[in-house]
């Protein structure tokens, strides 16, 4: 049997991406989706299959939430790239 994980992704007029299953969600500037990953996988969250719904409609898949977990967005002048995730020295979580 496969697991499954249904993500819905929302923006803010700020800009503001959150990413929410069931009772849990995260908001970030960039990687909620990641965010949120991270989040399950610390809770004990078995590994399976990722998808992302905007408006209810899946835009993303991802063959593993743990995978997922591992990585989050960068933006710069070159665009947006998905990257390793780092935890930040600074702040826990801040910089998915």
């Known amino acids: ?7 819905s992704i929302s923006t803010s007029s700020e800009g503001l991406d959150t990413a929410s299953y069931l009772a849990s ?8 989706s990641c965010r949120l990953a ?5 809770e004990g969250a078995a590994d399976g ?5 905007r408006d209810g409609k899946r835009v993303l898949s991802y063959k593993s939430l743990h995978s997922h977990a591992q990585r989050t967005f960068r933006e710069n002048d070159k665009g947006i790239r998905f990257i390793k995730w780092r935890p930040s020295p600074f702040a826990g979580d801040a910089n998915a």
């Open 25 to 32: 969600s995260t908001t970030s500037r960039a990687g909620a």
């Open 38 to 42: 991270r989040q399950l996988v610390s």
């Open 49 to 53: 299959t990722l998808h992302l719904l």
């Open 1 to 7: 049997m496969t697991i499954e994980y249904e993500f």
